[in-house]
């Protein structure tokens, strides 16, 4: 399945058309991390936000710390890394993979272009943020 494809499939991106998904994809790619693998750390600046394909994740604030403390566990067609992208800071948690996990990577300026463009996607994304973390 195409980069494309994959992207329509995901409620956020559905609203695109054929030439912005395209357009998009060109800043996307896919990539597959082992269980046990730290996608993201906590502190350290945003590159990029992923949709998870399949697998499952688990966020995790204090990663280093003696008693890490578990605040989220995602899955397929949840998404992450949105917080240091929209809100232009660093990392607020680390990801790490609990499974074999596939993500769609969009680089933060493809991410940011959409963004833009399309203001219905930030407040997509704003929502799930408020409904994830109950931030407002």
Sequence with gaps: MEVR??????????????????????????????????????????AAFYVLLSGKVEVIKGIAAADPAVIATLEAGDFFGEIAIMQHVSRTASVRALAETRCL????????????????????????????????
């Design 105 to 136: 990577v969009i680089r933060r300026l493809g991410l940011e272009c959409y963004i833009e463009r399309y203001p219905k996607m930030a407040a997509a994304v704003e929502s799930a943020l408020s409904a994830r973390f109950g931030h407002s």
């Design 5 to 46: 494809d994959l992207l329509q499939q995901t409620s956020l991106f559905a609203e695109l058309s054929e030439a912005d998904l395209e357009a998009l994809a060109t800043s996307t790619r896919i990539e597959t991390f082992k269980p046990g693998h730290v996608i993201l750390r906590e502190g350290r600046v945003g």
